[in-house]
Nanobody, 119 residues
Framework: QVQLVESGGGLVQAGGSLRLSCAAS????????MGWYRQAPGKQRELVAS???????NYLGSVEGRFTIFRDNAKNTVYLQMNSLKPEDTAVYYC?????????????WGQGTQVTVSS
């Protein structure tokens, strides 16, 4: 079993920055994709950014150039550096870890952290 613990959310003014962290503990399979999703009120959850264990990244178009995802494999931790934040980035951000490359691969979620960007 894997546990994900997020931190770093909060309230920031438009144009400001925040860094989210997500630490995975437990039996973390070495081949995985870690990512950040977000869900705003009344909207579907969407993938913001993801990074594989080989550091291949993928971004939602609206955050590309403003957000950076990176990871520390030794610490099983993924980060999301968010710059030039906009009010439309306001959402609950969820960390996800998806195992790949083995039978019975699992999918894990963090509890979510609120990011609020004021205009």
């Amino acid at each position: 079993q894997v546990q994900l613990v997020e931190s770093g959310g909060g309230l920031v003014q438009a144009g400001g920055s925040l860094r989210l962290s997500c630490a995975a503990s437990g039996r973390v399979f070495r081949l995985n994709v870690m990512g950040w999703y977000r869900q705003a009120p009344g909207k579907q959850r969407e993938l913001v950014a993801s990074i594989t264990s080989l550091a291949i990244t993928n971004y939602l178009g609206s955050v590309e150039g403003r957000f950076t995802i990176f990871r520390d494999n030794a610490k099983n931790t993924v980060y999301l550096q968010m710059n030039s934040l906009k009010p439309e980035d306001t959402a609950v951000y969820y960390c996800n870890l998806r195992e790949v490359g083995r039978p019975g691969a699992d999918d894990y979620w963090g509890q979510g952290t609120q990011v609020t960007v004021s205009s």
